[in-house]
């Protein structure tokens, strides 16, 4: 105990300077706030009692996006459970969906994509309060600047009483609804498409499609695009200094001895630049100003090609026809809860199979990889699920 005793003491001081940052910070924000429409009032409504949330400053730095392979991320996002969803909200909401179309020149797919890519179709908006979240990541961290942007029109949504406060909950990050906005998006672009007399992302399906087509369309999306398609590349050829944003007439592609994955030559009087998110070896894109739209919503290119791959499985289309350069592919939501159930039935205790692969999940992959001699690195792949098949 006389160990521990420091260490205890430790902690709380430094929680309790923690908290004193904290509010030091939002009394400086004040008239930021105040500068910025929101009333001293609202202000102080919504911080007074306020407290930071720690844990959303770890997750700026292990977002999936940029921390997870490609072939798990887009093996999460993209799976047959997804498309099947999918399809059915496609049915579901065609009438609004083409009402949509007609009005903003997105296509039905895109937007659903989108939907399922950003809250499952409306089954995880998230349940972190937004002004807590944004009020400690302008305070914390990284992009102080932009989360204070955020923070601010989180504090004029709720003065205008779009939302009430208990109900504006969202991620991490602070966004929220069916298609998961910012504050300051849902200020600018949010629409009230079904006639109500508000913008509502979380209880209107309806003004979270139209709003994200009104998103899209605002971001450049033409409606005469693909978004992009995927490409075979010749044998040596070389992607230095080649990206999305560096974009090549269709006829310097076909020059170089680039085609579509099916031998077809690349379609005339396009502008591409070239995707490769796994290297060379792996699948490659050429990609248009369709995609960077999809890019802008979260700007990350993995995250753009899951909402683009998602897009065109719901027209039809199949995985991608390059395998991905490695000998272990991610898992999907099912085999990830066909995973998690095998090592619950190996006594871990892991709490249920929900497919989110949570630190307890992780450190039972731990022990499963150490038992069977292998590396350590908490990653669930298909060759662990195979070996624990086998039992």
């Not at 955020?150 to 109900?167: C, K, M, S, T, Y």
């Amino acid at each position: 105990m006389r160990f521990l005793l420091p260490l205890l003491l430790a902690a709380s001081a430094s929680a309790h300077a923690q908290t004193d940052d904290f509010r030091q910070c939002l009394d400086g924000l004040r008239s930021t706030a105040r500068g910025a429409g929101v009333s001293e009032a609202t202000f102080r409504a919504h911080t007074e009692a306020l407290q930071p949330n720690m844990g959303v400053v770890a997750n700026l730095d292990a977002q999936p996006e940029f921390k997870t392979p490609i072939w798990d991320y887009l093996a999460v996002l993209v799976d047959n459970e997804r498309v099947a969803d999918g399809e059915a909200r496609l049915k579901e909401h065609a009438e609004v969906l083409q009402r949509v179309q007609q009005r903003y020149g997105v296509d039905p797919a895109t937007v659903v994509a989108v939907w399922g890519v950003e809250s499952n179709f409306g089954q995880g908006f998230g349940r972190t309060p937004i002004v807590q979240s944004l009020a400690t990541l302008s305070c914390f961290g990284r992009r102080q600047a932009y989360f204070r942007t955020e923070f601010v029109a989180a504090l004029r949504i709720l003065q205008a009483g779009h939302f009430a406060p208990d109900r504006f909950t969202g991620s991490w990050a602070g966004a929220f609804g069916h298609t998961q906005f910012m504050p300051s998006t849902f200020e600018r672009l949010a629409v009230d498409f079904d006639g109500d007399g508000r913008a509502d992302l979380f209880d209107s399906a309806p003004d979270a499609l139209a709003s994200t087509a009104n998103f899209l369309q605002r971001a450049g999306w033409r409606q005469d695009l693909p978004w992009g398609f995927e490409v075979k590349l010749p044998a040596g050829f070389s992607a230095a200094g080649e990206g999305r944003r560096s974009k090549r007439p269709s006829a310097e592609w076909r020059a170089r001895g680039v085609h579509l994955v099916d031998g077809t030559p690349i379609p005339e009087g396009l502008s591409l630049g070239l995707l490769a998110p796994a290297g060379v070896q792996g699948p490659a894109f050429l990609v248009t100003r369709n995609f960077d739209a999809l890019y802008s919503y979260n700007a990350a290119e993995s995250y753009g090609l899951a909402i683009a791959h998602l897009a065109d499985r719901l027209r039809g289309a199949g995985p991608f026809a390059t395998p991905w350069p490695t000998d272990d592919p991610g898992l999907s939501r099912a085999e990830r809860r066909e995973l998690q159930t095998l090592l619950l039935a190996r006594g871990h205790d892991i709490g249920t199979a929900d497919g989110q692969l949570g630190e307890k999940s992780r450190a039972a992959v731990r022990a499963e990889q150490q038992r069977l001699g292998w590396a350590v690195d908490g990653r669930a792949g298909q060759k662990l699920l195979k070996a624990l098949r086998g039992g």
